[in-house]
């Protein structure tokens, strides 16, 4: 393996007489403490080699496929950026705040909706707007109205509001409170055309 009359060996040396024989980090490792027990110098820089690996450049030429779909993701994954520690506590908060309003909808949905948006076609002549309540035919509120205005096509007012989930059903009479007065309207499926 080294050079007679010397007590220096060259990295290259040793690796060429090791490549042939598969041997773990450790056991590379223990070879290197005997040599320096017994006083041999190694020359070289093995970390110097070890950047060499590291700075080959692995992308295939243009025009080369590679069948391997692991090797595929290992080549591209090393292109993405990874999260500085701000942008994962970033993530993780809402990731969490995600998850406590999926729980909050899941309760909600469990105990049923109270509310429930509805289109409405006003049966009386007059324009629904933002804000105007909704009520039964006796006058009981039972909703406000989200949006409304008149079809100048149809030259009959629309709107749409949230009203109690017993009044959601379409064919349902309902009334619009304007300037103090009821007005009938009726429920309607979404979309009105």
Not at 21 to 29: G, T
Not at 39 to 59: M, R, S
Not at 143 to 168: D, I, R
Request: one cysteine or more; a negative charge.
């Amino acid at each position: 393996m080294g050079k007679k009359k010397k007590s220096v060996l060259e990295y290259k040396e040793i690796i060429d007489h090791l490549a042939d024989l598969d041997l773990d980090p450790d056991r590379i490792d223990r070879i290197y403490e005997y040599l320096e027990s017994q006083g041999i110098d190694v020359l070289g820089n093995i970390e110097a080699e070890e950047e060499i690996e590291k700075d080959l450049d692995l992308t295939l030429p243009e025009g080369i496929n590679i069948d391997d779909p692991v090797r595929m993701y290992l080549k591209e994954i090393g292109k993405v950026d990874l999260l500085t520690s701000d942008q994962e506590v970033a993530l993780a908060q809402a990731m969490v705040a995600g998850q406590a309003a999926k729980e909050q909808l899941d309760e909600m949905k469990a105990e049923g909706v109270e509310r429930k948006l509805v289109g409405f076609k006003m049966l009386d002549r007059g324009i629904p707007r933002h804000g105007y309540t909704l009520a039964d035919t006796e006058g009981n509120g039972i909703g406000c109205v989200t949006s409304g205005t008149m079809s100048p096509c149809m030259k009959v007012g629309f709107g749409m509001g949230y009203v109690k989930a017993a009044y959601a059903k379409p064919g349902t009479v309902i009334a619009v409170s304007i300037r103090d007065r009821l007005l009938k309207a009726e429920v309607v499926k979404l979309p009105f055309v």
